[in-house]
């Protein structure tokens, strides 16, 4: 944060007792060697970190000139020639595999949307409306649990769960049932993809919730009773309006991924169901880049794809500003 | 029996220190309980729930440990195993491919939570101090970067290009510095007394000895949800050994996992290196994902006493 102007003109003697660390280097404004000659063991100590940030996460970026390159490994990033937007025509001209993991992304999407998001808000309010704490976090605490698990893990254990010589398919052929067929089969994949996450996260997920619930004044609620709204009106009165920030933040960077949908998880599952259904364009990237040697194209597509993210975070952010509310980051 | 909880509950509820019922909502005064069948139908709900978390468990630890008859009666998975039959624990545990996996994972995970740990903290206390040397941009650095990824291939060829393709260290540099985490231990610092730090500076301590004496002890409780965090990706991590490492020798627990479990390779002698009858494959291949979990189950009750204060740390401070 930076100091606001009272900060600045209050006197210091005043202001020094309660200000949190630092607050001693705040007042003068020395010329900036000075200060980096008094800081120098502060930068010292930022300087690993900051070299492992800017290395792995900003120099890369600058690697995605060779979108607009014919890489050749052979010839580095440096010495391949310039292709212009070449690369790009796959996307604009409608390659047949591009349309498709781009279907499959935006189907996945639309899923994770419409399910996976409300989940833990349901769940929240579930847990929120039971009197017994002591249920309330045993449940929480086994709810958590998956996701501190591996997607290998997830993966696995779905398969051992409904595979074919699964847990249920075993329990339906014992008992005289035809088994069901879910895992490798192309028509649920999606379906089975969506499960998991909620399998995987739902817990998870409410934490934030529960803790935007318990900052509520509980007087609310008696003033509401007063007033003889029942249960269900002191939910969509009192109780929702004090999610709506968290949701509409959460929904905001859940917009910014949307074109991310589970690289891990489909890429293992990717073997059993084959590529029509399962390719998205994170896999798509992958399979082309990396294992296939397409280096240019596939770049092209994950710059496309990160600059529609980053698109879509700062268009979102900008319509919860429109209305009034503060989204990731104030206006 | 819901019937007479309901009953009794208001008796109880109305006798509390207001100082008690801040916490989530409780029952209001004023409002009628409601029915018996809404709360049965939740009661249901959350049991389905965690018995859908738990149930897995069960019966992969069940098959790991379940005699070699019961398995092929079952012809897969079994609920409660009819004995105890650790076979396949010490199969997969004598020298393998698993042993070596479990141990590259082990040492994965240990160096790189310690690197993360150390490097986090110096990165958060050194951005801890408003109006230091470039704190700010370096702060917008570390936030920016939480927002965007520089995409797959020009990570890899970044990762190649350092030389780090087939060494264990592309498993762990590339992911050594979470922003979320700086963040968090960055406003936990921040929270720290500035007295505390300024006196110790006139008794003449230079900013290591701060650092290392004041501000590290101080935030033991942070540093080990920190830690457990780092130290769960590690465990985790799966994406960045299947693309760095070509060298299956190298391969970490969760890429055997995958071969072995998920694609469902049949475990030989040689890849176990044992030379007796090895037990059921299911046995096998479940004491593989058991070996995987356990570290987790071992550490899940430390982190999640306080995972909720860390979570909530970051989402106000972040």
Request: proline share 6%; with cysteine; hydrophobic share 55%.
């Amino acid at each position: 944060m930076p100091p606001s102007t009272a900060e600045r003109l209050a006197p210091p003697v005043a202001a020094a007792p309660s200000k949190p660390v630092g607050a001693a280097h705040r007042r003068p404004r020395l010329p900036w060697w000075r200060r980096l000659s008094r800081d120098r063991m502060l930068v010292l100590f930022a300087l690993p970190g900051m070299l492992a940030v800017l290395l792995f996460q900003y120099v890369p970026l600058l690697g995605n000139v060779i979108a607009f390159k014919a890489y050749q490994p052979f010839l580095g990033i440096g010495e391949s020639p310039w292709v212009g937007l070449e690369n790009f025509r796959i996307i604009f001209n409608g390659d047949p595999a591009f349309l498709a993991a781009l279907r499959n992304t935006l189907i996945l999407t639309g899923l994770q949307a419409l399910l996976v998001f409300p989940a833990p808000i349901v769940l929240a309010l579930l847990l929120n409306s039971l009197f017994s704490d002591r249920i309330k976090r045993l449940v929480q605490n086994v709810l958590y649990l998956p996701h501190f698990l591996s997607w290998v893990i997830v993966v696995a254990v779905f398969q051992q769960m409904l595979g074919g010589s699964g847990l249920l398919n075993n329990f339906l052929r014992s008992h005289d049932m035809a088994a069901l067929e879910i895992i490798g089969n192309p028509d649920v994949f999606h379906l089975l993809l969506t499960a998991q996450i909620i399998w995987k996260d739902t817990g998870w997920a409410t934490i934030i919730f529960l803790a935007a619930l318990s900052t509520v004044d509980p007087q609310l609620y008696e003033a509401a009773a007063v007033d003889g709204a029942g249960r269900l009106r002191q939910m969509w009165h009192i109780t929702l309006p004090a999610l709506k920030g968290v949701i509409i933040l959460l929904f905001i960077l859940r917009l910014g991924d949307s074109l991310s949908v589970g690289f891990e998880q489909i890429i293992l599952q990717q073997a059993a169901v084959g590529r029509g259904v399962s390719e998205v364009l994170d896999t798509y990237v992958y399979n082309n880049g990396i294992v296939g040697g397409q280096w240019g194209v596939s770049a092209a597509v994950g710059l496309v794809k990160g600059v529609v993210g980053v698109i879509l975070v700062l268009g979102a952010n900008k319509v919860a500003h429109i209305f009034g509310e503060q989204g990731v980051y104030k206006s | 029996m819901s019937a007479t909880r309901t009953v009794e509950r208001p008796s109880n509820r109305t006798v509390m220190p207001p100082s008690r019922q801040r916490r989530g909502r409780r029952l209001v005064l004023g409002t009628p309980l409601p029915p018996w069948y809404v709360q049965l139908a939740k009661a249901l709900v959350l049991g389905v729930f965690c018995a859908v978390v738990i149930a897995p468990f069960v019966a992969i630890i069940s098959t790991s440990i379940a005699p070699r008859d019961q398995i092929s009666r079952a012809g897969g998975l079994v609920l409660w195993p009819d004995a105890v039959n650790l076979d396949a624990y010490r199969s997969i545990l004598s020298g393998g491919v698993v042993t070596q996996a479990a141990l590259i994972s082990v040492g994965v995970t240990v160096v790189g939570t310690a690197l993360s740990l150390f490097t986090s903290c110096l990165l958060a206390y050194g951005l801890s101090r408003p109006g230091s040397f470039a704190s700010r941009p370096m702060l917008l650095i570390i936030l920016f970067s939480m927002l965007f990824s520089a995409g797959i291939i020009p990570t890899y060829l970044l990762v190649r290009g350092v030389g780090l393709i087939d060494t264990l260290w592309a498993l762990i540099l590339p992911t050594m510095i979470s922003g979320f985490n700086v963040v968090v231990l960055r406003s936990f610092f921040m929270n720290i007394p500035a007295e505390l730090l300024e006196s110790a500076r006139i008794d003449g301590a230079g900013e290591w000895r701060i650092f290392s004496g004041i501000v590290i002890p101080l935030s033991k409780a942070v540093l080990a949800v920190i830690g457990l965090f780092y130290a769960v990706s590690y465990w985790n991590a799966y994406f960045n050994a299947l693309i760095y490492l070509n060298d299956s020798g190298l391969w970490p627990l969760q890429l055997v996992l995958r071969t072995y479990v998920i694609n469902e390779t049949a475990l030989s002698n040689t890849d176990l290196s044992v030379a007796e009858n090895l037990p059921a494959q299911p046995s096998l291949q479940m004491a593989i994902l058991v070996v995987s979990l356990v570290p987790i189950l071992i550490v899940y009750p430390f982190l999640q006493r306080h995972f909720a204060k860390g979570m909530m740390i970051g989402a106000v401070k972040g």
